[in-house]
């Protein structure tokens, strides 16, 4: 018998929180990601409306995003029964607060845009 000290369950979902945060974050901070979140706000949209409203966003990359974001439950997927085949796109709940995160930094960076840009250019001319 080994004398191995107990784990403390909180510290084990501690860890499994800080890991399955990094993998969400990881998944959701590219460019691709937070478009599509914004680009469909509040609507339900179909690929090809998702696809024509994201400038330089390919098939491949868009089909990839969407199930990452649907695997996490940020985003829903409705397939019609219909020839040809639609599929609608929304955001979940989860989907919309993370949109509106999303949105809240994009105010704070308006707001302190040129607190950012001035200390920016302090710290390069210093180098």
Known sequence: MTDRPMRDP???DLTR???LAHEIFA?????WALLIVNVLGK?????TELHTRIDGISHKMLTQTLRHLERDGLVDRFVHAQIPPRVDYHLT???QEL???VNGICG????HLD???AARNRFDAGQ
Do not use: Y
């Open 93 to 95: 709940t989860a989907g």
């Open 27 to 31: 998944g959701i901070a590219n460019k």
């Open 99 to 101: 949109r509106a995160t």
């Open 115 to 117: 607190h950012v840009e």
């Open 43 to 47: 609507d339900t949209l179909r690929f």
């Open 17 to 19: 929180v800080d890991s």
């Open 108 to 111: 704070w960076t308006r707001r």
């Open 10 to 12: 909180a510290d084990e």
